[in-house]
């Protein structure tokens, strides 16, 4: 098959890179080890920025977050046992939307289908050929068991952290920058109401925890644990214990409690990996970069990435050819790290390290009180949030 952009990874980056083009009458071909459903059922970020959610309105892919998503204005940060919180639309005039990323990731899938366009879930044996040159090529076996080949002029990798796609810029070109943390993210999703309107960000001796939502019944909850941690030594009470004990405070506030539906721990760490683009190849969202969880950047700036992507993949297969691509990377960059700011930042501030001298953990307290306690610090931490326009 022919294809101007073959497109190794259907997740969001893939699948709205694709949806991009094909907008502007640019077929490209979407392929993904994983099924729809396996894809579908994995539990990832819930933070969509409004830009982002406006795009996914805008563009035509779907208007379902305006409806089943909500709109918030602020957050809530709580340490030393109270709640501090941001004002997201008085201080910058912005907000976000809770809009989990399956949700973003079946809208996609749904629009890919309605316009036509080609996705190949659950093949297997990807293999990106000749990526130096300017006819590379994708080789798959569909789900079905039929050997394929996409011959394109280009080839995004939008197949996440642990993809194939970075590892084919030559060795000796790959730059890496990262850093690890020493802590992780025990993940829960609990059945019960919400218990707080907006998310919750807490601090506390015994380390993080964030509170989530997912729907009216279905709540997502976070704890600060070590890398290490194995879900079967947590059953629903020390769950509940730990969580309660990183939230709680003189003002009485206490997380609605329910069966735990499922529970993991999610390892993170700041990464990214230069050139993003090699020959015919180019490298999107997570397969390029990655952040730590803390502020919900990895989605917002996949998307990001995507969006000046097709812009510049437009120009490439159009007059300008092969020229525009140096565009890209520039472009994605400024963002990026500042996202990988950002989320290391957030990180920093909330967690406990294990250790910590007393010295750093009042140092954070007094870096916790000069954000929420001076309007410039809750202007920063809301403009970072909320996202900045492509155009900054
Ligand atoms: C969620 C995840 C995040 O990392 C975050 O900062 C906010 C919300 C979530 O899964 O809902």
């Given at each position: ?5 073959a497109?190794?990874g259907?997740g969001?980056?893939?699948l709205m890179?694709?949806h991009?083009?094909?907008r502007?009458?640019v077929d490209a071909v979407a392929v993904?080890?994983?099924s ?5 059922s994995t539990h990832?970020?819930g ?12 563009t035509?892919?779907s208007?379902?977050?305006?409806r ?5 204005e602020g957050?809530?940060?709580?340490f030393?046992g109270?709640?501090?919180r ?5 201080l910058?005039?912005a907000s976000?939307?809770l809009y989990?990323?399956?949700e973003?990731?079946?809208?996609l899938?749904d629009?890919r ?5 080609t996705?190949?879930?659950g093949?297997?044996d990807p293999?990106?050929?000749?990526a130096?040159?300017?006819?590379p090529?994708?080789r ?6 039929t050997?394929?080949e996409l011959?394109?002029?280009?080839v995004?990798?939008?197949d ?6 970075r590892?084919?810029v030559?060795?000796?070109?790959r ?7 020493p802590?992780?993210?025990f993940?829960?999703m609990?059945?019960?109401?919400a218990?707080?309107?907006e998310?919750?960000y ?12 997912r729907?009216?019944?279905?709540q997502r909850?976070?704890?600060?644990c070590d ?5 079967a ?9 730990t ?11 206490r ?5 735990i539906l ?5 390892r993170?760490?700041?990464f990214?990996q ?7 190849l180019l490298?999107?969202g ?7 969880p803390?502020?919900?950047?990895g989605l917002?700036?996949a998307?990001h ?7 510049v993949?437009?120009?490439?297969l159009?007059r300008?050819?092969?020229?525009a691509?140096?565009?890209?990377q520039?472009?994605a960059?400024?963002?990026i790290?500042?996202?990988?700011h950002f ?8 967690h406990?390290?294990?250790?910590a ?8 307290l007094g870096e916790?009180d000069?954000v929420?306690?001076t309007?410039?610090g809750?202007a920063?931490l809301?403009?970072?949030?909320t ?6």
């Amino acid at each position: 098959t022919e294809v101007p952009v073959a497109v190794v990874g259907a997740g969001p980056a893939g699948l709205m890179l694709a949806h991009l083009l094909g907008r502007a009458g640019v077929d490209a071909v979407a392929v993904d080890l994983r099924s729809r459903a396996e894809i579908e059922s994995t539990h990832r970020a819930g933070i969509l920025e409004a830009d982002a959610a406006r795009d996914l309105v805008e563009t035509g892919v779907s208007d379902r977050i305006l409806r089943e998503g909500h709109e918030h204005e602020g957050t809530e940060l709580r340490f030393g046992g109270r709640a501090h919180r941001i004002d997201f639309r008085a201080l910058v005039g912005a907000s976000v939307w809770l809009y989990p990323q399956t949700e973003v990731f079946t809208d996609l899938a749904d629009a890919r289908a309605r316009d036509g366009g080609t996705v190949h879930f659950g093949v297997s044996d990807p293999e990106v050929l000749d990526a130096d040159t300017d006819r590379p090529r994708v080789r798959f076996t569909a789900a079905d068991g039929t050997r394929h080949e996409l011959r394109a002029r280009y080839v995004v990798g939008a197949d996440g952290s642990r993809g194939m796609c970075r590892g084919l810029v030559p060795e000796e070109l790959r730059v890496r920058h990262g850093t690890e943390y020493p802590f992780a993210w025990f993940g829960v999703m609990a059945q019960a109401p919400a218990s707080a309107p907006e998310l919750v960000y807490a601090h506390s001796e015994h380390g993080f925890a964030l509170i989530s939502r997912r729907t009216e019944t279905v709540q997502r909850m976070y704890f600060q644990c070590d890398p290490d941690e194995d879900t079967a030594a947590w059953p629903d009470e020390r769950i509940w214990a730990t969580l309660q004990a990183r939230v709680a405070g003189g003002d009485g506030f206490r997380l609605v409690e329910g069966p735990i539906l499922e529970r993991t721990v999610l390892r993170f760490r700041s990464f990214v990996q230069e050139p993003m683009r090699w020959g015919s190849l180019l490298l999107a969202g997570d397969a390029a970069h990655t952040v730590p969880p803390t502020g919900a950047r990895g989605l917002n700036l996949a998307l990001h990435d995507v969006k000046v992507l097709a812009g510049v993949l437009l120009r490439a297969l159009g007059r300008e050819g092969e020229p525009a691509l140096a565009d890209y990377q520039p472009l994605a960059l400024r963002r990026i790290w500042r996202a990988q700011h950002f989320s290391s930042w957030m990180t920093r501030l909330l967690h406990t390290a294990p250790g910590a001298s007393p010295f750093e953990l009042r140092r954070q307290l007094g870096e916790l009180d000069s954000v929420v306690g001076t309007r410039a610090g809750r202007a920063y931490l809301a403009e970072q949030y909320t996202g900045w326009p492509s155009s900054r």
